[in-house]
């Protein structure tokens, strides 16, 4: 029995922070694509909560072109 609350205490803290890196990533990639847009970087800070210190570094990466996505390769006929 003590080993199932065990057991549950450690897949909902895993949950957790699971959760919390999805949030945080999908936070960058908001302001990735603000940045990208153009808006103004004190904006992008008010709008996601991040610092501007995290907004600036990432300003430094939005520069970059964005990773392409593979598209599946088409069978031949």
Not at 18 to 29: F, N, P, S
Not at 63 to 70: C, D, I, L, M
């Amino acid at each position: 029995m003590k080993e199932s609350v065990i057991y549950q205490a450690i897949l909902q803290e895993g949950m957790a922070e699971g959760i919390a890196e999805g949030k945080a990533e999908t936070t960058k990639q908001l302001a990735l694509n603000m940045l990208r847009s153009n808006i103004a970087v004190d904006l992008v800070v008010q709008i996601t909560g991040l610092s501007l210190k995290q907004v600036q570094k990432l300003q430094k990466t939005s520069t970059k072109p964005p990773k392409a996505s593979k598209s599946p390769k088409k069978s031949p006929r």
